[in-house]
Structure formats: C-alpha cells, structure tokens
C-alpha cells in the first residue's frame, strides 16, 4: 500500500520560477491537505480539499494555487518562488468524518535561491 | 492565532524515564486530539489519539491524558528508549476538518 506518495522528493528553484508539486492517495480518502513545515513554526495549513471539485484556503495561502484534479490527486503550484518559501511541503489525506487522523506524505524538500 | 500551544519545545530524557509533553487548547468545539510523531526526513505518523469523553487512554508505553475543564491535554512516554527520539506534535481537530497542530517538541532519550 502506497498511502500518501508526493513528487518531488527534493527541489532547488530560482526566485520567480514556478513549479507544481505533485500528491496522490490511494485509500480512497476524501479530504486531502498542503501544509508547510519550518523549524520553531510547526505544521502551518496552506490550502485544503475536504472533497472532490472543492478547495479552501489554510493559514497560509499566499503565493500559492491548488487543484483538486480528481479524488486521488490534489496538487499545489507555487507561480513566481520566492525565498521565503522555502520549506517542507507535506501533503495529507483523511477519511470522511471529523475523527480521524491524517496520513502524511514523505515530504518535498523544496530550497529557492 | 495559535489555537493549540505545546510545552516544551525539547526535552531530554534518561532511557527508562519518562517523558511529558503538555498542550493547551482554546477553542472548545475541538473533538478530537491527535499525537503525531515524526522522525528527521519522514512525514508525521499519528501516533495516538482521544476524544474528549474519555479523561485517558494508554496504548502501550504511551498515554494521553485529557482534561477537559482546564481545556489541556499531554502525553506521556513510559520507559522512555531511544528509538523513542522524534518531534512529536500535539494536535487538535472540530468539525470543519481541519486539523491544527502545536508547534513541536523534539525529544531526546539518552542512552
């Protein structure tokens, strides 16, 4: 079982180059998330899907876009990089339903320069 | 706005010790309380959770306890071992399906 997989795993992008990164779940689940993860902040929420054809905006939306492409898919696209955004990406997926936990992705090691 | 605040941010352990994180929340439509570990280069793993019907609830060397009157909840690591070193996140969820987490704390178990 593959779980939660994201692509890349590491990436170096110049200030004002854009990039998608890339998440997909295979345990059917129907809400998916982007947070972003830097030292002493924790895990801060970017945008979320709670279903298919929908997404909303987390803590931290600026300088981001996303799309929900299907059930399985929900990707998030950075249009003009810039250094501040350099972070761990993670992307999650959760069951319908407020109790239950997250399944994490590995993570996108992403550094701007 | 910081919604779940988490203590401290490390901390260091004898092996065989125990091990307490501490976390607060202020917003009392939350229902559901995650632990989250996570190891250098892996996402976060949950580890253990509550509701807040219940005041504890132990699965194997770990436990939360959960106070709802004084909107706080921790976690606790018995006979703490090194495999045991992570950053472990306290989180907190209603029924907006959002989860938020705490900022952190990064364990250390001596051996």
């Known amino acids: 079982n593959a779980g939660v997989t994201q692509t890349p795993k590491f990436q170096v992008l110049k200030t004002g180059q854009s990039m998608t990164l890339q998440c997909a779940q295979d345990?059917?689940?129907?809400?998916m998330y982007w947070y972003r993860q830097d030292p002493g902040m924790g895990l801060r929420l970017i945008y979320y899907?709670?279903?298919?054809?929908?997404?909303d905006k987390g803590e931290v939306p600026n300088g981001y876009n996303v799309s929900r492409l299907n059930k399985r898919e929900f990707s998030l696209r950075l249009e003009s990089a810039a250094p501040s955004q350099t972070s761990v990406y993670f992307c999650?997926?959760?069951?319908?339903?407020?109790?239950?936990?997250?399944?994490f992705g590995s993570g996108t090691r992403l550094t701007v320069v | 706005q910081q919604q779940v605040k988490q203590s401290p941010q490390s901390l260091i352990v004898q092996k065989g010790g125990i091990s307490i994180i501490n976390c607060a929340y202020e917003n009392t439509a939350f229902d559901y309380f995650p632990w989250y570990q996570q190891f250098p280069g892996k996402g976060p793993a949950l580890l253990i959770a509550?509701?807040?019907?219940?005041s504890e609830k132990k699965e194997g060397r770990f436990t939360i306890s959960f106070n709802k009157s004084a909107k706080q909840f921790s976690l606790h690591i018995m006979d703490s071992q090194p495999g045991d070193s992570a950053t472990y996140f306290c989180?907190?969820?209603?029924?907006?399906?959002?989860?938020?987490f705490g900022k952190g704390t990064r364990l250390h178990i001596l051996p």
């Open positions: 345990m059917n689940h129907n809400s």
């Open positions: 989180a907190a969820s209603g029924r907006d399906d959002k989860i938020i």
């Open positions: 509550i509701r807040p019907d219940v």
């Open positions: 999650a997926s959760r069951p319908i339903g407020g109790q239950y936990g997250y399944t």
């Open positions: 899907s709670a279903s298919e054809g929908t997404t």
